[in-house]
């Protein structure tokens, strides 16, 4: 039964976005007859959802492990761009799974859109995109995502998501310290810690560099497919038009052939009904 706000929350979101008022007014009036005035004017502020949050709420019901294989993938991501434990090799594989999960999503999205009667046109398709990796990626959104509560779609997000993080430096290499000598009776191995510290320091920022490189060659090859797949979309749709085209006119010249060969047995019957005086 309907009686926490999350609850009521969850249930609006399977609202399709075509019967979304009659569904928020209705469980308006629940909440407010099951006693919940602060869930009630809570319901009332939400606006009906766009077909691309619609259907990113209906993924994390219907798609739950494949939503999760993103958020983790995002996660790691992250951790690996910040620089913690990060090698390439880690921050390639988040990036293959972030990617294969996300391909996923948006092709189950598709078929969920044409299943409700909305189309699935590109740029729906785009947004659902966008909404799910900004969501993944984003810890504010991700609890959301996951119940399928979303309210707002995700703006698509990059290394500006880790402008309030703070890179951890790279752990300085342990260095081999050894009394001083009495050839030496003031040698230490702090002078040769900051030298140390400062090349593992560049090291790391070398490795992050690197990580930051890779992230940007795979966003753009992700880009280039984006592009790609558009042009094929938009083709398709053209071809579609002109076979429907196609087919409305074969309709048209099929109905005017119906009419003259009408018109030409109504001709045969008038001929053929005329008497002597009307044929001299």
């Given amino acids: 039964m309907t009686t926490t706000v999350e609850d009521f929350l969850s249930e609006l979101a399977q609202a399709p976005p075509k019967a979304f008022t009659q569904a928020r007014n209705a469980l308006v009036a629940k909440a407010t007859k099951l006693g919940h005035p602060e869930v ?4 009332k502020a939400i606006r009906r959802p766009t077909a691309a949050v619609w259907v990113v709420n209906q993924l994390a019901h219907k798609e739950r492990d494949s939503v999760g294989r993103l958020i983790a993938a995002a996660d790691r991501m992250r951790e690996a761009q910040l620089g913690r434990g990060a090698s390439a090799g880690n921050l390639t594989k988040a990036i293959a799974d972030h990617r294969a999960a996300l391909a996923h999503l948006a092709q189950r999205a598709e078929a969920i859109l044409e299943g409700a009667n ?21 810890p504010d959104f991700q609890v959301p995502l996951r119940q399928g509560r979303l309210e707002h779609e995700a703006t698509a997000r990059g290394f500006d998501v880790f402008a309030g993080e703070k890179v951890a430096p790279s752990t300085p290499a342990a260095t081999t310290r050894r009394p001083p000598t009495a050839a030496s009776p003031r040698s230490t191995s702090a002078p040769r810690a900051a030298p140390v510290e400062k090349e593992e320091r560049g090291r790391g920022e070398a490795r992050l560099a690197k ?13 280039q497919q984006r592009a790609k797949s558009e042009e094929a979309r938009k083709r398709v749709a053209e071809l579609t038009g002109m076979l429907n085209d196609a087919r409305r006119r074969a309709t048209e010249l099929g109905q005017e052939e119906t009419r003259a060969m009408s018109a030409l047995r109504a001709a045969h019957e008038r001929l053929q009904s005329a008497g002597p005086h009307d044929a001299r």
């Fill in 118 to 138: 909305l189309g699935a046109p590109h740029q729906t398709l785009m947004r659902v995109e966008t909404t799910l990796a900004g969501a993944a990626a984003d």
């Fill in 40 to 43: 009630a004017a809570r319901l």
């Fill in 211 to 223: 990580l930051r490189e890779d992230v940007s060659r795979a966003e753009a090859r992700a880009n």
